[in-house]
């Protein structure tokens, strides 16, 4: 009798749970645009709904997806979603010639899988991927959210997406070339924007700021002046000890989550530790950088942001605080060249 009463609970349960889950359905599509990384440098790109990175996907642990995604581009490409598991959907894993053929130029394909892997994931073309993806921008951000948040993410006040990659000026101009092992990527970014293109972090004292943080395509070495990062998730893992650091070195694909507690008022650089990477074509001072600012700290003339055109989402934070769905980014647009879609920014940012 009890084992039976137990089996009902069993039951009611998991009704309970599969009432939960949701049918998410996206459509996205593949666009041949021209991306400005920094002052004076712009990129081809095979962007996703004409943004780099790609539009944020935000579902809860246990949803089913549905992703259907139009090729309006000149070449194949494919979306392997890193980090889903695939359990019973493994034809959804999106490698061509393995699992799939390419989608030509022109088709559509339809990816459907179970958020069945909680944490910070991503998505990215496989075709040719060491230009589709190091150098293309082919990636974006899956985040599927826990049914069960722990007591650590419960203290999360304020959180923010950092995806980090680097880009080669000589193929810049030219679909299909670059890629070689050889070659020198010599621009590099956050979010797709290079020091002063990308904008600061702005935070309150008191803030309980998670950071999820990638390496789509290159190495990065994260360093925030003046706070230390509690690391949290690794490649959206849970860590059974989470540590301290004020570096963090990741290798390409990985994504580390960090927490920090913004007790430290002021205005803070942040930035790749590996040298050349605050550089743009061998210039200083650029590349892969930002600035965490305190509300309430009043900036010196001197300073490069003192009046710049703020833009709250381009960490993505007001995405990650909305109902799941896919979020657009106006501030990721890439533009048109033959349309001059550009879009016009504030005489200061030149
Ligand atoms: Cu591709």
Same mark, same amino acid.
């Given at each position: 009798?009890?084992?039976?009463?137990?089996?009902?609970?069993?039951?009611?349960?998991?009704? +309970?749970? $599969?009432?939960?889950?949701?049918l998410?359905?996206?459509?996205?599509?593949? %666009?041949?645009?021209?991306? =400005?990384?920094?002052?004076?440098?712009?990129?081809?790109?095979?962007?996703?709904?004409? *943004?780099v990175?790609?539009?944020?996907?935000?579902?809860?642990?246990?949803?089913?997806?549905?992703?259907? @995604?139009?090729?309006?581009?000149?070449?194949?490409?494919?979306?392997h979603?890193?980090? @889903?598991? *695939?359990?019973?959907?493994?034809?959804?894993?999106?490698?061509?010639? /393995?699992?799939?053929?390419?989608?030509?130029p022109?088709?559509?394909?339809?990816?459907?899988? /179970?958020? %069945?892997?909680?944490?910070?994931?991503?998505?990215?073309?496989? /075709?040719?991927?060491?230009?589709?993806?190091?150098?293309?921008?082919?990636?974006?951000?899956?985040?599927?959210?826990?049914?069960?948040?722990?007591?650590?993410?419960?203290?999360?006040?304020?959180?923010?997406?950092?995806?980090?990659?680097?880009? $080669?000026?000589? @193929?810049?101009?030219?679909?299909?070339?670059?890629?070689?092992p050889? =070659?020198?990527v %010599?621009?590099?970014?956050? $979010?797709?924007?290079?020091?002063?293109?990308?904008?600061?972090?702005?935070?309150?004292?008191?803030?309980? /700021?998670?950071?999820?943080?990638?390496?789509?395509?290159?190495?990065v #070495?994260?360093?925030?002046?003046?706070?230390?990062? !509690?690391v949290?998730?690794?490649?959206?893992?849970?860590?059974?000890?989470?540590?301290?650091?004020?570096?963090?070195?990741?290798?390409?694909? =990985?994504?580390?989550?960090?927490?920090? =507690?913004?007790?430290?008022?002021?205005?803070?650089m942040?930035?790749?530790?590996?040298?050349?990477?605050?550089? $743009? #074509?061998?210039?200083?001072?650029?590349?892969?950088?930002?600035?965490?600012?305190?509300?309430?700290?009043?900036?010196?003339? &001197?300073?490069?942001?003192?009046?710049?055109?703020?833009?709250?989402? &381009?960490?993505m934070?007001?995405?990650?605080?909305?109902? &799941?769905?896919?979020?657009?980014?106006?501030?990721?647009?890439? &533009?048109?060249?033959? !349309?001059?879609?550009?879009? *016009?920014? +504030?005489?200061?940012?030149?």
């Amino acid at each position: 009798m009890i084992k039976h009463s137990t089996s009902l609970l069993l039951a009611a349960c998991l009704l +309970a749970g $599969n009432a939960l889950a949701e049918l998410r359905q996206f459509e996205m599509t593949i %666009d041949e645009l021209d991306l =400005e990384v920094a002052p004076g440098f712009t990129t081809k790109v095979w962007a996703f709904n004409g *943004q780099v990175p790609g539009p944020l996907l935000h579902v809860q642990e246990g949803d089913e997806v549905e992703v259907t @995604v139009h090729n309006l581009t000149s070449l194949n490409h494919s979306i392997h979603w890193h980090g @889903v598991y *695939q359990t019973k959907s493994w034809r959804s894993d999106g490698v061509p010639d /393995v699992t799939q053929l390419g989608i030509e130029p022109g088709d559509s394909y339809t990816y459907r899988f /179970v958020a %069945d892997r909680v944490g910070s994931l991503w998505y990215h073309c496989h /075709v040719n991927v060491s230009e589709h993806v190091d150098l293309r921008g082919m990636w974006g951000p899956l985040v599927v959210r826990p049914k069960k948040p722990s007591a650590l993410e419960k203290r999360v006040t304020k959180e923010a997406i950092l995806m980090f990659s680097g880009w $080669n000026s000589e @193929v810049a101009s030219e679909y299909g070339t670059g890629g070689h092992p050889a =070659e020198v990527v %010599d621009y590099f970014s956050i $979010n797709g924007k290079s020091f002063p293109l990308n904008q600061p972090l702005r935070v309150k004292e008191g803030d309980v /700021v998670r950071l999820r943080i990638y390496a789509p395509s290159i190495p990065v #070495a994260f360093h925030p002046h003046g706070h230390d990062m !509690l690391v949290t998730h690794k490649d959206g893992l849970p860590l059974p000890a989470p540590y301290g650091a004020d570096v963090l070195a990741m290798s390409p694909g =990985e994504r580390y989550d960090v927490i920090i =507690e913004m007790n430290n008022p002021g205005i803070w650089m942040t930035h790749d530790h590996i040298e050349h990477h605050v550089t $743009n #074509a061998g210039k200083h001072h650029t590349g892969s950088m930002l600035v965490i600012e305190y509300e309430g700290i009043e900036a010196d003339d &001197f300073y490069h942001w003192k009046h710049i055109d703020y833009k709250p989402d &381009f960490y993505m934070s007001e995405s990650l605080a909305k109902p &799941f769905g896919l979020h657009s980014n106006e501030a990721f647009n890439a &533009f048109d060249p033959a !349309l001059e879609r550009r879009p *016009q920014r +504030a005489a200061h940012d030149h």
